[in-house]
Nanobody, 124 residues
């Protein structure tokens, strides 16, 4: 099986920066896209940023110019550098790995995976 482990959340003042990291472990053969989602209290989970296996990136409009997503395929990691943070960025951030191809021990299989979530709190 595959596991996603996130790190890097915390409390920061408005205007500050945080870097989130997510590492996928297991018998991974390939990962299509990796991304970050967030969910604020009382709101639906939304896509923040995604990066494909070809390096194409996409961001929600509210973070463009402030957040940068990157990935290291050799280490199966994805990172989210968050600058100029605002109170409205406060949320639980979830790592997602889309169409992870992995070896079960007998055959290859594919599914999506989520991390456990990490809290980001931006104070005003």
């Amino acid at each position: 099986q595959v596991q996603l482990v996130e790190s890097g959340g915390g409390l920061v003042q408005a205007g500050g920066s945080l870097r989130l990291s997510c590492t996928a472990s297991g018998s991974i053969l390939s990962i299509n896209a990796m991304g970050w989602y967030r969910q604020a209290p009382g709101k639906q989970r939304e896509l923040v940023a995604v990066i494909t296996n070809t390096g194409t990136t996409n961001y929600v409009d509210s973070v463009k110019g402030r957040f940068t997503i990157s990935r290291d395929d050799a280490k199966n990691t994805v990172a989210l550098q968050m600058n100029s943070l605002k109170p409205e960025d406060t949320a639980v951030y979830y790592c997602n790995a889309d169409r992870v191809s992995y070896y079960t021990g007998s055959y290859a299989s594919t599914r999506n995976y989520w991390g456990q979530g990490t809290q980001v709190t931006v104070s005003s």
